[in-house]
C-alpha cells in the first residue's frame, strides 16, 4: 500500500473503539455501571497545561479537580476535607457522629480559608488572655479584632495576636494591657484585591474592615493570600471565597434536624448517603431540602445504577446523582 494513502484506508476501516456517544448507547454497550474500559489515545495538538479537568459534580458546582472523598468515618473529617478542597476536589463528611459534632467540623473547615470574614471571632478589651489561648486551642488561630462590644458592629479599638500574647505569663491579664492598638484598617467598600494589596505591603496578619465610624465590620487574613497563592485551583464558594464542603445524611426523619445544623454552619452539598436511592424516604428528603433550603445547599443523591432510578430522583429535585451499587458503592 502507498504510505500516502494511510489516511484514506483508516477512513474505510473505521478508527479503534467507540465514541463517546456510541459508548453511552445502550443498544450498543448495555450499560456501563459494572464495566472497565479503557480511553484510546488520539491525536494531541496543545501543550499539557492547556488541559482543563473542570467537571460539574451537581447543578451548581463545579470542582476543577474531579474528586470527592468518601463519607467514612475513617476517611472524611475535618483535615480531609480542607486538604481535598484546597487541591480542587470536594470532601463529603462523615455522619458516624452528633450532629453538633458534623456541624462543628463544617464551620472549622468553612473557616478555613475566606475572602472577607464577615463573622470573625472578636472579644473585647476585658477578656482575658486565656480567652485568646482556649480559641487558639479549639481553631487554630489567635489574630483576633477588640471592639468596644466585643462582637462584630462594635468599635475597633485594638487586635491581638501570637506576638502580643506568646511572652505573657499571666493567663488572667485582660486583653487591654497586651494588645495592639495601632491598627492597620481598611474602609468598608474596599475591593478584596486592594485588600490584599494593604496586607501585603504592611505586612500584617489580619486587615480590619472599619465603617466611616470606625466599627468592625468584617475582617480579612493575610493566612488566606498565602493560599490563593499556594492553592490556586482551590475549590472555593464564588461570594464568600470559603472553601467547599459536604456532608452525608440519612433519610430519617432526625437527619432533617441534622441537616438544619450543617446548613446553619455554611454547608455547600448534602450527600445523601444510601446504598438504594431510588426509595420513597430518599424523595421524600430531597423535596423537604429543596423546599426548605432551595439553592442554599445542593443534592447529591443515590446511589442508582438504572435509569429508572435516576429518573426518579431527578424528579424529585436532586442536583446531582451518584452511581454505583454493591460492595464498597459507598
Not at 488572655?129 to 479584632?145: C, H, M, Q, S
Not at 470606625?214 to 490556586?232: E, F, H, I
Amino acid at each position: 500500500m502507498d504510505p500516502k494513502q494511510a489516511l484514506q484506508e483508516l477512513e474505510k476501516m473505521g478508527a479503534d473503539g467507540l465514541t463517546a456517544h456510541e459508548l453511552i448507547d445502550l443498544k450498543v454497550t448495555g450499560g456501563l455501571t459494572y464495566n472497565d474500559f479503557l480511553i484510546l489515545p488520539g491525536y494531541i495538538n496543545f501543550p499539557a497545561d492547556q488541559v482543563s479537568l473542570e467537571t460539574k459534580v451537581t447543578r451548581n458546582i463545579a470542582l476543577k479537580a474531579p474528586f470527592l472523598s468518601s463519607p467514612m468515618d475513617t476517611v472524611t473529617e475535618t483535615s480531609m476535607a480542607i486538604t481535598m478542597a484546597l487541591l480542587g476536589g470536594i470532601g463529603i463528611l462523615h455522619n458516624n457522629c452528633t450532629a453538633d459534632e458534623q456541624a462543628a467540623m463544617v464551620r472549622k473547615v468553612k473557616k478555613f480559608e475566606n475572602g472577607f470574614i464577615t463573622d470573625p471571632i472578636v472579644l473585647s478589651a476585658k477578656h482575658k488572655i486565656r480567652d485568646v489561648l482556649e480559641i487558639k486551642r479549639k481553631l487554630g488561630f489567635a489574630g483576633i479584632p477588640i471592639t468596644d462590644s466585643g462582637k462584630v458592629g462594635g468599635k475597633l479599638v485594638g487586635i491581638v495576636t501570637n506576638r502580643d500574647i506568646g511572652f505573657c505569663e499571666d493567663d488572667e491579664a485582660e486583653l487591654e494591657t497586651v494588645m495592639t492598638t495601632k491598627v492597620v484598617t481598611a474602609e468598608h467598600g474596599v475591593t478584596l484585591q486592594e485588600a490584599n494589596r494593604i496586607l501585603r505591603e504592611s505586612k500584617k496578619g489580619k486587615l480590619p474592615i472599619v465603617d466611616s465610624e470606625g466599627n468592625l465590620v468584617s475582617l480579612v487574613a493575610r493566612s488566606d493570600l498565602l493560599k490563593n497563592r499556594d492553592y490556586p485551583w482551590a475549590s472555593k464558594h464564588p461570594q464568600t471565597k470559603q472553601l467547599l464542603v459536604g456532608a452525608a445524611i440519612g433519610t430519617r426523619l432526625a437527619d432533617r434536624e441534622r441537616l438544619a445544623k450543617l446548613v446553619d454552619a455554611g454547608l455547600d452539598l448534602v450527600v445523601i448517603d444510601s446504598s438504594q436511592g431510588n426509595s420513597s424516604f430518599q424523595i421524600d428528603i430531597i423535596k423537604h431540602i429543596k423546599s426548605t433550603y432551595g439553592d442554599r445547599v445542593d443534592v447529591l443523591a443515590g446511589n442508582v445504577v438504572t435509569r429508572d432510578q435516576a429518573a426518579n430522583l431527578i424528579a424529585a429535585g436532586a442536583d446531582g446523582l451518584r452511581i454505583g451499587m454493591g460492595s464498597g458503592s459507598i
